[in-house]
Structures are given as structure tokens and as C-alpha cells.
């Protein structure tokens, strides 16, 4: 049972290039919209992280995240609600379909199946089928993918070329010999992940990698926000922290490790391969991934199990009545 | 000088009810925007979500926060940017301004004076002055009401009655109580502030006044992203954790309260008076303020220095031709 998780990011190039002949199911009612919503929780909330930071510098509507069980109330018939669930059964996710729907709203899908699927198709929501029987944080490749496939059928274009962006996952080699290093080094630590704004959704999905898989509390911190506050937390570190920061040529990541060196902070730099910011998140979420298995057997701990995660959702079945 | 940070929060009730009283200089050019975009730092980014937040169950034009140098690609003549920032010269903000005003946003401004003030004076672009010679993270209160009068003028309203906001602040020895017990709690530890999303700000502000005020490191978490990924993090938690629950009538804070008691985890849940969600965000800050200057007492630091960032900024003046 150990390497089952493993198992599934070894074949990571593989999946995600099966995703880019994923069909796109139905057809949207219509292609222009006021704005935008991206609802997601967990490693599906991460694709919705992925996509806004792309988005925020080329999109001319805005584009809002949901996580959680409310939409926004500028959610309306001129907006495009895009749910992303691996499961199809998140109930945070399902609410905000179901909210959507009620005013209006253009509603589209990615799932694996669960209630999300049987929506779409007795609804005819334009949505995306991807591969079932994975553990949903390792299907993130074949997430993001469906992901901008299905946005692209609204004219939203995040990637010219998808088979060109699965090329970075194909050196597996060289991602797991850098994963196996960063693992040894945060083995003993509270890792902080720190990075600039436009690579939060990777940071984050470090910490998720690191929670889930590796039982390990993590913390992300976003430059220059950072710079504000949090910095001043470190004029007396907590022995137990160490920082993995996410380069990027930018002034402020500079200061950052300077600041942190010069404190005598343990850190690593982590620098991303790829051509632009989605192939850079892509390679780095594929680190994360092994690293955090990594971590996982150098704990010994098993990666693939999240009891508080199936406490959580047992939780809600019984206390909700969706 | 140990005490002057907490002369001005024992100020707050008074700061803000003059707050309720400032003017608003300059009139808007329109009053019907497509989207709303918050920007600020610090504090003053603090603003920003809580307003968001507000916002998010009753803007029916899209809202977006900007912690940033960036604003986002969606920013056009149909969108209004509201800027704030204490000093009136962080450089963040300043870029998003002249971003901003660059494709046509009408732009509005909250702040003490610096260049903020100068260039809405040069541009006649409404604008609240607070209260100079404040410590920027003490302003807080002034920040909100101004930032809430300014709006009002773009019937943006989230508040019907600023006094009666202000009265939240009035029992300061019962908020100073709360907030003795509160340092004494989590005085060696690394706090985790956990929230629902709708008092996330909240929950990030008690987090920037540890940093800043106690040079403590805190963590933020916000259910229910939080049971998706974080919350396996605590199987194996870290002895250093104690976490501050901000009470909220929510399913999932009861869920996280049994979850976290039943993994031993070293808790105190803070309920919050107020008649909604912004009273109640105001007197949740206020129990921040106060705790993070007593933490810094019990720490043997001067709540008023933040060196860090003051090195920060000297490092960005040097290093940005603005």
C-alpha cells in the first residue's frame, strides 16, 4: 500500500497527456460573460488558484475563487461558475453549483464523476470526464488540464498548446533526485513556504502536498505582503521552522533571502524549469508531490491515508442534508 | 516609550468616532462601476478584506483585493479602485494608483498624507484624510470608517451607522481583560488563528499584530479549506501549536473545535460581541490590538518597532525609481 500514491505521480507525463485528449462534453449556451467564478476545495481549489494567477494579468473580466459553500453575490446570469471535484461529491463545490444554477449562472464542470457528473448530464452542463479510481491530490495534472480545456470552449485561453505543457513532467529522473534532496532537508521542520504573488497556488500547494501526504503542519507566506508583517516574526524565529522559497526574478524575492540568510534562517531556494507561469507551476506542483511522498516514508507515515480528511466529510453527510 | 503603541489603542473608541466625522473631499466622476478593487498593505490591506468580505453577500459588481505591486488585467474605465495606505507613500499601493489611473479607473483614496495625498489633491480625486502621527497598524479603526465613508459616496454602503459601529469600542476594560487572559495563553507558543472564511480577515489581522506587535510567528487557517488539507497536519501536531478559535454559529467550527480538542490540541475559542459582521470584526481587532502589546510585554519587546520593515522599505526606495 506504501507506493500506491507514488505509483500515480511516477505516471504523472502519462496522465497528463492522456488529459489532453479529454473530450469536452455539451456546449456552452454562451460565450461572453461579466465575470468569472472558480469554485474548487483542496487540490481542485489549487487548479482555481492556478488559473487566477494566469488570468489576473491577461483577463478583461474579473475572476473570483470560491472556496466554501457561498458564492458571491455578484454571482448572476451573466456570470460563468466553472466547479472543479475529482470526487464529484464536495459538498462545499456542490452548493455553489446548485447556488449558481439558481440565478442563472452558466455552470460547467470537471469531475471524475459522484453527483457533479449525473448534474451535468441531466442538465447538459458543458463539463469534462477525467480518469476515475486515482487519489484525487495526485490527479491534480489531469485537473488542470480538463480545467483549460473546458474553459477554452468559452473562449477563455490559458495554454496554445497543451501536449507542449505535460513535456515538463517528462524528466521524472531529475524531479525525483531534486524531490528526494528537498525532503532530507525539511524532514525535521515546520517548512514555510514562501513565494511572490503570482505563485502562491504553488506554494500552497506545497503546504497541501506536505499536510496531506506527509502528516507534516506547514505555513505559506506571499511576498511583498509578507514584508509587512510576517517578516517581523522572524527577528525570533522558532528553531523548528525552515523555509523553501520559490524563486522568481523578482526585487522583493531578492530582500527576501537576504533577509533570511542574514537572520540565519535553514532555507532552500527552489528553482522552477518551464517556458511560463503555468508550466512553472505545473513542474513545481510535481515536486511538491514527490517530495511530500518522500517525507511521508522518511516519517513513516502512509501518504495515502487522510483519516481527519474522511472524519470531516463523514461529518457533513451526516449534518447536512444536501 | 514601551507604552506609546498602547496609548493608542486605548484611544480607539475616541479615534473612531472623530473618524465618523471626517469629510470626503472631491466628488465621483460616476457612481456606476463594473467591478470594485480594493488595494493596501499591512492594516490597510486588512481593510480591504474585511470589506470583501462584507461585500461578498451583498456587491452585485465583483470585488477584487489587490496585495500587490499589479492590478489586474480587468482594471478598465469601468472599474473603481480604492486605495489605501496610512503613510500616503507605500510604494505597492502608489503603483496600483498610477496603474489604475493609467487606463482610466476612477480612483479614490484613504490616508494620512505622503504622495497618496498629494496626487488626489493634483488629481481631485475623492479622498478621506485620517488622523496623521498615528503608528500606521493603530490607525486601524480610522482606516475602516474612512474607507466606508469614501464608498458610501459611490453608494457602495455597508454601513448604516457609523456611531453605532464606534460603541463596539467603547468597554475597553472588558476588552482589556479578554486580552490579558488571551497573551497569557498563548504567550510561548505558535498561535494558529482559525476562522470561517467571512472572519478570515479578522483572523489574518490577529496574525499581523502578533508579528508585528509581539515579533511573534503566527499561522492562519480558514475552515472549511481547512479540513480539505490542514487539518492532517494536526494528527502529528507540533508541541510549540496553540490555536485561537474565532467563534462563529457555523457547522464547521463546531466540527474543528471537537477535532482539535479530541487530538489535545491547546485551544481557546473567542467569541465576538458586536450585531454583525463588521461590529463584530472591529471588536475582534481590538482584542487583537490589545493582545499582541500585552504578548510583547510578557516577551520582553518594544511593540513599536518594526526594524524589518523599515528595512524593507529603505531596501525598496533604494532599489525602485518610483
Known sequence: MRFVILDIYLRWYELALRATNFEVYGSPRKDLFQNLILSGMGGSGIVCDMIYSVLYSSSEIPVTIVKDFQIPRWTSKNSLLCAISYSGNTLETLNTVSKALEVGAEVCIVTSGGKLLELARVRGLPHVVVDS?????????????????????????????????????????????????LAEFLKNSLPVIISNTRF???????????????????????????????????????????????????????FLIDYLRGRGVDLQVLKLLGDDLLSKMLYGSYIAGLTSVYLAELRGVRAEETKSIDMYKEFLKRRVNH
Open 133 to 181: 479510481g486515482l487519489i484525487p491530490r495526485a490527479a491534480f495534472p489531469q485537473l488542470l488540464i480538463a480545467t483549460l480545456k473546458l474553459l477554452s470552449t468559452y473562449r477563455i485561453n490559458l495554454c496554445s498548446d497543451l501536449k507542449s505543457l505535460t513535456n515538463i513532467l517528462r524528466d521524472v529522473e531529475s524531479v525525483s533526485k531534486t524531490s528526494k534532496e
Open 200 to 254: 502562491y497556488p504553488l506554494a500552497m500547494r506545497f503546504k497541501d502536498e506536505f499536510n496531506e501526504n506527509s502528516k507534516m503542519m506547514a505555513k505559506v507566506e506571499v511576498i511583498p505582503e509578507w514584508a509587512h508583517n510576517d517578516i517581523v516574526g522572524w527577528e525570533l524565529p522558532l528553531g523548528v521552522v525552515k523555509s523553501l522559497v520559490i524563486w522568481d526574478d523578482d526585487l522583493v524575492i531578492e
